[in-house]
T-cell receptor, first 110, second 112 residues
């Protein structure tokens, strides 16, 4: 079993939809959680990071962590075609070294 | 501010040829540095990481090696490339526990 599981998609939604991207994990020691966005042929860029459980909002993006269920989510409101990318979750217990999910490919069509 | 440079952007190499990919970081000292490979449709595979000059940890036995000759320079090498070495190679530096990595722009390597 992988430490971090993420549905590869692709997830295809119309413009304006609310998108939910999710990861599950098995290591209860994970405390720091991140979401990266990767456009085709580019390096991943950090979107959001959170510590422990709870929600964090940044513009159209909301990151949610449920440590009791070992489940994290990224919500994108009012999705735009420019949001079309691969989204990777990442997490770590308390070190600099991250464990990544395999990424979910999102397509937002006009 | 911290920036990370990675080159070349694309590379086509024949089987059996050597490889050298370079990564440099600016705006920080003594960074933790990482080399990842991303195969088409697959996740990020950690290849090597380094916490200081000359200190290299290998995550996966393979045809590749890494070196850190200077504090902010990280090099990925191979003496003889295999077809299976094709992929998208990413360099990254750590920005502190819980704050994630900053990635370079990547090198797309095709071994023919």
């Amino acid at each position: 079993q992988k430490e971090v599981e993420q549905d590869p998609g692709p997830l295809s939604v119309p413009e304006g939809a609310i998108v939910s991207l999710n990861c599950t994990y098995s290591n209860s020691a994970f405390q720091y959680f991140m979401w990266y966005r990767q456009y085709s042929r580019k390096g991943p860029e950090l979107l959001m990071y959170t510590y422990s459980s709870g929600n964090k909002e940044d513009g159209r993006f909301t990151a949610q962590v449920d440590k009791s269920s070992k489940y994290i989510s990224l919500f994108i409101r009012d999705s735009q075609p420019s949001d079309s990318a691969t989204y990777l979750c990442a997490m770590t217990p308390n070190t600099d070294k991250l464990i990544f999910g395999t990424g979910t490919r999102l397509q937002v069509f006009p | 501010s911290q920036t990370i440079h990675q080159w070349p952007a694309t590379l086509v190499q024949p089987v059996g040829s050597p490889l050298s990919l370079e990564c440099t970081v600016e705006g920080t000292s003594n960074p933790n540095l990482y080399w990842y490979r991303q195969a088409a449709g697959r996740g990020l595979q950690l290849l090597f990481y380094s916490v200081g000059i000359g200190q290299i940890s290998s995550e996966v036995p393979q045809n590749l090696s890494a070196s850190r000759p200077q504090d902010r320079q990280f090099i990925l090498s191979s003496k003889k490339l295999l077809l299976s070495d094709s992929g998208f190679y990413l360099c990254a530096h750590g920005t502190g526990v819980g704050y994630g990595y900053t990635f370079g722009s990547g090198t797309r390597l095709t071994v023919v």
